[in-house]
């Protein structure tokens, strides 16, 4: 993958523009208030597919007010309900990840027999945390029965602050 090198974030992946998210149009999927707090979840379906398998975008936002531009974090989910992915397309998506921030938290690179068995199970978890201290954020494949195929980034604020992008 090193004709890629000018890529340095999984940003430059993406077609989605997720630095300017709150300029897109979403449709409110859910709603809940615990506390005082907001978690809403909108979705958009994407007009291009990421790295093959994501066709749909969802943002969910925890805020005081019930508002998507105001919001105190944000994780965005990327996913696809349908099955008509393969375990290539995932090893091409966990090798660019691998090339971009090192093994995940557990040592793991490329994709292995563990990781087969895993999707397998629908227990599949690769998680890669960055940032330090406030700005900590973290990067996650998923595959779970109900939610299949998912890619998270987990505190889009943090992750946007710290590469100058927010």
Not at 16 to 29: A, C, G, P, T
Not at 38 to 54: H, S, T, V
Request: charged share 25%.
């Amino acid at each position: 993958m090193n004709e890629n090198a000018s890529h340095k974030s999984i940003l430059d992946w993406l077609q989605f523009d997720l630095v300017n998210f709150f300029l897109h149009e979403y449709e409110e999927v859910n709603t809940e208030e615990i506390q005082g707090l907001y978690c809403i979840d909108f979705e958009k379906k994407l007009f291009n597919i990421e790295f093959n398998i994501f066709d749909t975008i969802r943002l969910r936002v925890f805020s005081k007010v019930k508002d998507i531009e105001s919001s105190d974090h944000i994780n965005a989910t990327f996913y696809i309900n349908e099955t008509n992915w393969n375990v290539s397309k995932l090893d091409y998506l966990v090798n660019i990840l691998f090339e971009l921030y090192g093994p995940d938290q557990n040592g793991k690179e490329q994709l292995n027999s563990e990781d087969i068995t895993d999707l397998k199970l629908n227990i599949f978890n690769r998680t890669w945390t960055l940032g330090t201290d406030e700005n900590v954020h973290s990067i996650q494949i998923t595959k779970k029965e109900k939610e299949g195929l998912e890619l998270h980034i987990i505190f889009l604020k943090n992750f946007l602050r710290c590469l100058g992008k927010l």
